[in-house]
């Protein structure tokens, strides 16, 4: 009998409008000069913690665990500032540092390996770069260069009110938006 693959899950941070439609047109242009589309693949996010296989028989713990961790989490506000990349694949947006950010995704990671056991080991030595993803996986090699040559200087500056965290859930072919957890008023 085959076994059947567990769901995937990602939790991260979604821009909110009029800043959504603008990365949104900038995935997209990715797409139509550079045939760079994977990102479209998901909403604008800043990643909190990467995807992971999770029981659909358990996803009420999920849901119920993130509910109880954002009640005790605060609002906060992000800079988005121009464009950075991690050569020779991935253009994204740059969020600057931010403690409060930092420790977000520190609780949060932490939340999830002690209530739910779950410590995404392949990710574990990667350090916290948070940032918005406009072009990865399938942009070529020499795209990129033309594509970073393009974005390296041009300007892109955004204040992102966060006041809620997004579970994510991939149904197939895209991430989709399955649940979202509001934060404390700051």
């Known amino acids: 009998m085959e076994q059947q693959r567990k769901p995937l899950y990602f939790i991260?941070?979604?821009?909110?409008?009029?800043?959504?439609?603008?990365?949104?047109?900038?995935?997209?242009?990715?797409?139509?000069?550079?045939?760079?589309?994977?990102?479209?693949n998901s909403p604008p996010h800043i990643t909190l913690h990467m995807p992971f296989e999770w029981k659909e028989e358990k996803e009420a713990r999920l849901l119920n665990t993130l509910t109880a961790f954002s009640k005790n989490q605060t609002?906060?506000?992000?800079?988005?500032?121009?464009f950075g990349c991690f050569e020779p694949r991935v253009i994204f947006i740059n969020v600057i540092k931010n403690a409060l950010l930092d420790l977000l995704q520190k609780e949060l990671h932490q939340v999830f390996k002690k209530?739910?056991?779950?410590?995404?080991?392949?990710?574990?030595?990667?350090?916290f770069?948070?940032?918005?993803?406009?072009?990865?996986r399938d942009?070529?090699?020499?795209?990129f260069y033309k594509a970073w040559e393009e974005f390296r200087e041009k300007k892109f500056e955004h204040?992102?009110?966060v006041?809620?965290?997004?579970?994510?859930?991939?149904?197939?072919?895209?991430?989709?938006?399955?649940?979202?957890?509001?934060?404390?008023?700051?």
């Open 163 to 186: 006041d809620r965290i997004n579970l994510l859930k991939h149904d197939g072919k895209v991430w989709q938006v399955h649940a979202e957890f509001l934060l404390k008023e700051n």
């Open 12 to 40: 991260a941070v979604l821009p909110t409008s009029p800043i959504l439609e603008e990365i949104d047109d900038l995935k997209h242009y990715f797409k139509d000069q550079y045939q760079s589309k994977a990102s479209l």
């Open 129 to 136: 770069h948070p940032h918005v993803t406009l072009a990865f």
């Open 115 to 127: 209530e739910l056991n779950l410590f995404n080991a392949q990710y574990r030595d990667l350090p």
């Open 75 to 82: 609002s906060l506000v992000l800079q988005l500032e121009n």
């Open 139 to 143: 942009l070529k090699k020499a795209m």
């Open 159 to 161: 204040k992102l009110k």
